[in-house]
């Protein structure tokens, strides 16, 4: 099946500092990825989707400037969480669609706990 | 390698069905079992499963997870085509998310 990886898979970093989570498909061109946010015992939070060459589309509530996302290639989308603090410590997930004749799914990357001290 | 499998990968049921989504794991450090039903955006939660043997339900979606088998189903009755969509089964640990690849339902009318 197809592969998406992310990188860091767990990071640590002080407050006021900024944290760049990268998402790759790694076997299949992915012209949309989305980025989640998952909070304890609650389901993931989509925070933007994100297409190859345009800006990505971000949910209600969620600050542009604050999580930048850049998607500079069919392969690969960066979250960038600037000027972190406390309360952006939270998993982070990516995932990539895949447009595969019929089919229309996501898939997952694994995530990257951010914690922010 | 922790993983989670889902099976039937698609499923296509007439309105008024009763159907199963089943859902297997071999993961260590097992804390729960999640549900989520996936449309066009993004995942939405069903389920959070910690405990064997106890339902639970929320309209016409009920799940239950046996912790000895390693197994989780989640049933829908009477299916609407509302239901349609893909369901995933995830594992939530101390290690980042494993989802399985989901079960894509279509309810026809």
């Known amino acids: 099946g197809a592969v998406v990886s992310q990188h860091p898979s767990r990071v640590i970093c002080k407050s006021g500092t900024s944290v760049k989570i990268e998402c790759r498909s790694l076997?299949?061109?992915?012209?949309?990825m989305f980025w989640y946010r998952q909070f304890p015992k609650k389901s993931l939070m989509l925070m933007a989707t994100?297409?190859?060459?345009?800006?990505?589309?971000?949910e209600q509530g969620v600050e542009k400037d604050k999580f930048l996302i850049n998607h500079a290639s069919l392969t690969l989308s960066t979250l960038t969480v600037t000027s972190a603090h406390p309360e952006d410590s939270s998993f982070y997930i990516c995932?990539?669609?895949?447009?595969?004749?019929?089919?229309?799914?996501?898939?997952f990357g694994p995530g990257t706990r951010l914690t922010v001290l | 390698e922790d993983k989670v499998v889902q099976s039937p990968l698609s499923l296509v049921v007439h309105e008024g069905d009763t159907v199963t989504l089943n859902c297997s794991y071999e993961?260590?450090?097992?804390?729960?079992l999640l549900w989520y039903k996936q449309e066009k955006k993004a995942p939405t939660f069903l389920f959070m499963l910690?405990?064997?043997?106890i339902e639970k339900k929320s309209g016409r979606l009920s799940s239950i997870l046996d912790k000895k088998e390693l197994f989780s189903i989640l049933n829908i009755t009477a299916t609407q085509t509302g239901d349609s969509a893909i369901y995933l089964c995830?594992?939530?640990?101390?290690?980042?998310?494993?989802f399985g690849k989901g079960t894509r339902l279509s309810v026809i009318a």
């Open positions: 995932s990539a669609r895949s447009w595969e004749g019929q089919y229309n799914e996501q898939f």
């Open positions: 076997d299949f061109q992915a012209t949309t």
């Open positions: 994100s297409n190859e060459g345009s800006k990505a589309t971000y």
């Open positions: 993961v260590t450090n097992f804390r729960s």
């Open positions: 910690t405990s064997s043997g």
């Open positions: 995830g594992w939530s640990g101390n290690t980042p998310l494993v």
